[in-house]
């Protein structure tokens, strides 16, 4: 079955600096790759997902990119600022599967 | 809150019960899933349902078991529940395939 390997598992950057967040899946059949944002004590909610015949896609402040060929697919932040801090979650769904696996997660914290 | 309700939001069960989670939805849709979260674990896949009747195994489904006679109810038990299945479970629906889950507030399960 599907694999998802997430790094690292924590960040710590300064207000309007950059992070990045890193996954690699293991099924060169998976198609579809959404990223997560969870709060603390709240529900993880979909920040922005991007499918397997785009190489890019970024909305705002937030991109993801995608090698299907590596077979890993990262998310960037920009200009972050200190509600950025939260635990965020790559996931990886094959073509036509059910199951939506996910990495282990990156806990981000943004100072001021 | 995407039209789910999971019930109750909070548990406190004795080992060695059985337990039942419930997750309910208004949107009518085909997928629906059930996962819990840990520290330094992420989100790991218990089960899913395709349809009704229609249910497969996720990645850690030992100790649980589900059900789904109606579209709208996705039920979880835990036959005899063990503190390792002391966890926040989360529920989640998904409209179509290679579309975003998006999940429920969450069931926080202690097992004393």
């Known amino acids: 079955g599907e694999n998802v390997e997430q790094h690292p598992s924590t960040l710590s950057v300064q207000e309007g600096d950059s992070a990045v967040i890193k996954c690699t899946y293991s099924?060169?059949?998976?198609?579809?790759f959404p990223w997560y944002k969870q709060e603390l004590g709240k529900r993880p909610q979909l920040i922005i997902d991007?499918?397997?015949?785009?190489g890019e896609k970024k909305d705002q402040r937030i991109a993801v990119t995608l090698n299907k060929t590596a077979k890993h697919f990262s998310l960037h932040i920009t200009e972050t600022q200190p509600e950025d801090s939260a635990v965020y979650f790559c996931?990886?769904?094959?073509?036509?599967?059910?199951?939506?696996?996910f990495g282990k997660g990156t806990t981000l914290s943004v100072s001021s | 809150d995407a039209g789910i309700t999971q019930s109750p939001r909070h548990k406190v069960t004795e080992t060695g019960t059985p337990v039942t989670l419930r997750c309910h939805q208004t949107?009518?849709?085909?997928?629906m899933y059930w996962y819990r979260q840990d520290p330094g674990h992420g989100l790991r896949l218990i089960h899913y349902?395709?349809?009704?009747?229609?249910?497969d195994k996720g990645e850690v489904s030992d100790g649980y078991s589900v059900s789904r006679s109606k579209t709208e109810d996705f039920l979880l038990t835990l036959e005899s529940a063990t503190s390792s299945q002391t966890s926040v479970y989360f529920c989640?629906?998904?409209?179509?395939?290679?579309?975003?889950?998006?999940f429920g507030n969450g069931t926080r399960l202690t097992v004393t």
């Open positions: 989640a629906i998904r409209p179509e395939l290679n579309s975003p889950l998006h």
């Open positions: 099924d060169s059949a998976s198609n579809y």
């Open positions: 991007i499918r397997s015949n785009v």
């Open positions: 996931a990886a769904s094959r073509q036509a599967g059910t199951a939506l696996i």
């Open positions: 949107e009518n849709h085909r997928y």
């Open positions: 349902s395709y349809g009704v009747k229609d249910t």
